[in-house]
């Protein structure tokens, strides 16, 4: 989908939120001018590196976080003149740095919409721009921790645990790229230029599931580690992990149906309530059926349509037919690296599209000349 | 994009949303924030389960008052939440007059919103071909676990479960941690419908200069991969298995979830840097660890983990936060719900409002998360009853006689009651 083909991004950011949703305007036909600082990208420092080996152009949070950018550096400190002169000539601006860093040089949103009234500028930020904990210091973590998404994640009777990747800069992404689109559709009829202040906190915290039980009811969530329930979790199986979901009629019918034990006709099971009023027990059944069970075995009754999911690693995922399928992987030749696989853009799989290469340092710098 | 001048991107849109669960509602209710009209449609024989599931996280708990049945399919906490905004109606989509009238109503809409499980458009006759045969320029997104692609298109996956085959679950977990771990919550639903969201958006902004529809495929599976596309990339150079990370970061060190006074209560703490480990150090009065730099403070993060809890032991997480934020290094409490609703920031930025729901009464429910801030949109209206708004969408939208609607509703085709019972 080249739908922003027309369009010059350029993207100062220094944490996974604005450069993920840099990215997804890449994918979707934008040139992504990516300003790093003379050191290079804070992902590129990130790794996992090439043969573990730290090198900035190897960085594998850069590889795929950056895929489909040209690089310019600029040191914001001494050429703050050029990024000026860059965001100016752009159609949108996208960054998640502080006010403190931008204001001074001219890139805050009321000096760039005099310079440039049809400018879209989107800006990611751990709070958003209002409220007390505006200058409050963030980090994935902290965004985790204040929007709510880290209490419930972990085992009971162990501390909240963080889920694996920046989780809440993505899901900030997601949101600020679609709000940006959606910023760009009243731009394309208007001409005229938008402001969106996306605060991760306010993200995290729309994206819970049970608030408004909690909320509206009172019943206050908490961590229930793998297993919700004995028709709603995680079991282990011979040699790795599924997910039964059984929790309406239909799926326990289902279930019952896969796993044929005559146990679970017991009349303690027959109803959703009864189920959960003796839901050890039922967990027991089941988990005795599931441990008896290969990966394999399980995926087979998964595709026959059963309720069952079985859980899969990078390397099984980068093989499988469906994504082969749908195209999702894209091998890419990076001039730095050689071959890496970079995955596409989550609706590029229904319409997929060859994903280039993340930029090498300064590969367009070029476009910095004459710019002061 | 500013609600109170009307300037919403959606305005003059309207969208049939045919959803279940979570991601397909959130994703029509998204696109109702931004301003399109949004019509959810349930057949009273399969309303969204969210109406009537049973399950320990108890979406309908007990309100208190007695409750009809036809009440009781109206209050679901998660229905209401992720359906606020929408006109609904209740129409036998399996009754071929019931198939025709959410043709007839696609054909009135822009866009066609959707999250069962492939194939069931089909065997109704309501997929992307039957729309595009009477309406050509349809936006039509189909949102499910696998996407719509053989071999896995009929493999069941909910927005929790989908984690498994991500591979995200294999790499979340605690610190070297043999067992993997679940998100607290059905992570797939949230991340799925904005991705869902992001390809409605360039689908609108293509049909808006082309005047073409689309065909929009979208799988939950694709979009939490996607969010940890590094470990995909690290793979496929180095094919290492790598530990489970726990609560540290690849660069920030130390990282951590430490135990605050009180009953499982907890602050996170994150140093990015040197001049945030000096800002620590001095606030905890560990000055003699202050000069550690980054490796070293990777090297013996456990040594100073426990350093760093034996300080916030005895304080209470937001008093940690505060005293921490003062001097630069990030911290938060780690809020439970409750918490999260008395949160002062999220106060100010208008992130939650109350709307009055015509059964449930007063509901508290998230507001547009892209207009927060010093003027935050309302919500409009609550989620719809089941079958609320058949009259008005068919006479209004459709054009239909009331004589027509009448015998409809005397047929059963369309109706205000499911024909479900919960069990």
């Excluded at chain 1, 440039?116 to 965004?143: E, Q």
């Excluded at chain 2, 708004?389 to 027509?404: K, P």
Aim: hydrophobic content about 40%; aromatic content about 8%.
């Amino acid at each position: 989908m080249d739908v922003l083909s027309d369009l010059r991004v350029v993207e100062i950011s220094r944490t996974s939120a604005a450069a993920f949703a840099g990215r997804l305007c890449a994918d979707a036909g934008a040139e992504v001018l990516l300003v790093e600082p003379p050191e290079g990208h804070a992902l590129r420092h990130e790794g996992p590196f090439r043969g573990d080996v730290a090198d900035p152009e190897t960085s594998a949070a850069h590889l795929h976080v950056n895929a489909g950018k040209r690089s310019v550096t600029i040191d914001l400190e001494s050429e703050a003149v050029a990024a000026t002169a860059l965001v100016s000539g752009a159609d949108v601006f996208l960054t998640d740095l502080s006010r403190d860093i931008l204001d001074p040089v001219g890139l805050g949103w009321e000096a760039l919409h005099e310079r440039v009234p049809s400018l879209l500028m989107t800006r990611i930020t751990p709070f958003g721009d209002t409220g007390p904990y505006a200058n409050y210091a963030g980090s994935n973590l902290v965004s985790l921790a204040l929007g709510g998404q880290l209490k419930i994640t972990g085992d009971p009777g162990r501390p909240p645990l963080t889920n694996f990747g920046a989780q809440t800069e993505y899901q900030a992404a997601l949101s600020a790229f679609a709000g940006t689109v959606a910023n760009l559709l009243l731009r394309d009829a208007s001409s005229e230029g938008e402001y969106l202040d996306l605060s991760i906190q306010d993200v995290v915290a729309t994206n819970l599931e049970q608030r408004g039980t909690s909320f509206n009811l009172g019943i206050v969530a908490n961590r229930a580690g793998l297993t919700v329930s004995a028709t709603y979790g995680v079991y282990p199986c011979r040699d790795g992990w599924v997910y039964l979901t059984a929790f309406a009629p239909a799926l326990w019918d289902r279930l019952k149906a896969v796993v044929q034990l005559d146990r679970l006709d017991d009349e303690r099971f027959a109803t959703q309530a009864s189920r959960l009023e003796n839901n050890d027990e039922l967990q027991a059944v089941l988990t005795e059926w599931t441990l008896n069970k290969s990966s394999d075995e399980l995926r087979e009754f998964a595709l026959q349509g059963y309720p069952l999911t079985v859980a899969k690693d990078e390397e099984s995922l980068l093989a499988s037919e469906q994504w082969k399928s749908r195209g999702y992987v894209s091998d890419i030749d990076h001039p730095a690296v050689g071959e890496v696989s970079v995955l596409g853009s989550p609706w590029l799989a229904g319409d997929p599209v060859a994903v280039k290469p993340a930029p090498t340092l300064g590969d367009a710098n070029a476009l910095l000349e004459g710019l002061g | 994009m500013d609600w109170k001048s009307g300037r919403l991107p959606l305005a003059g849109l309207r969208v049939v949303d045919w959803s279940l669960y979570w991601a397909g509602p959130y994703l029509g209710m998204m696109l109702h924030d931004l301003g399109a009209e949004v019509i959810k449609v349930e057949a009273p024989a399969h309303c969204d389960p969210m109406r009537t599931v049973i399950d320990v996280n108890r979406y309908s708990g007990d309100t208190g008052k007695p409750l009809t049945p036809k009440e009781r399919v109206n209050i679901s906490q998660h229905f209401n939440e992720w359906n606020r905004g929408k006109l609904g109606i209740g129409v036998e989509l399996a009754d071929p007059r019931g198939r025709q009238v959410f043709l007839d109503l696609a054909a009135e809409s822009h866009i066609v919103i959707e999250n069962h499980r492939p194939g069931a458009k089909d065997k109704l006759g309501i997929a992307y071909s039957d729309v595009a045969a009477i309406k050509p320029d349809i936006i039509y997104a189909s949102l499910s676990g696998y996407g719509q692609t053989l071999p896995e298109r009929n493999a069941m996956a909910l927005g929790s479960p989908v984690e498994l085959p991500s591979g995200l679950f294999l790499r979340n977990g605690y610190l070297n941690d043999e067992t993997p771990a679940k998100t607290g919550f059905s992570y797939g639903d949230p991340v799925g419908a904005l991705a869902a969201l992001s390809a409605v958006l360039l689908a609108v902004r293509h049909w808006r200069k082309s005047g073409e529809g689309l065909y929009l495929d979208i799988a939950m599976r694709d979009a939490l991969s996607f969010g940890i596309g590094a470990a995909f990339a690290d793979w496929s150079m180095n094919g290492a298995k790598r530990p489970r990370s726990g609560n540290r970061h690849p660069v920030f060190a130390p990282q951590g979830v430490y135990r605050t006074r009180g009953d499982d209560q907890w602050v996170a703490i994150s140093v990015r840097n040197d001049r945030d480990w000096r800002a620590l150090a001095d606030a905890i009065s560990a000055s003699e660890w202050q000069g550690l730099d980054a490796g070293a403070r990777r090297t013996r993060h456990d040594e100073i983990d426990g350093v760093i809890e034996a300080w916030t032991s005895k304080r209470e997480a937001r008093a940690i936060e505060k005293e921490l934020q003062a001097v630069g290094v990030p911290a938060g409490a780690v809020l439970d719900f409750a918490q999260l609703k008395d949160d002062p920031q999220l106060a100010a930025r208008g992130a939650f409002a109350a709307i009055e729901h015509p059964v449930f009464g007063n509901e508290v429910r998230a507001t547009s998360q892209w207009e927060r801030g010093e003027s935050p949109q309302p919500i409009d209206r609550p989620a719809p009853c089941f079958g609320e708004h058949n009259r008005d969408a068919l006479t209004g939208m459709l054009g239909m006689s009331q004589e027509a609607v009448d015998e409809l509703e005397q047929a059963g085709v369309i109706a205000d009651e499911i024909r479900v019972a919960a069990d």
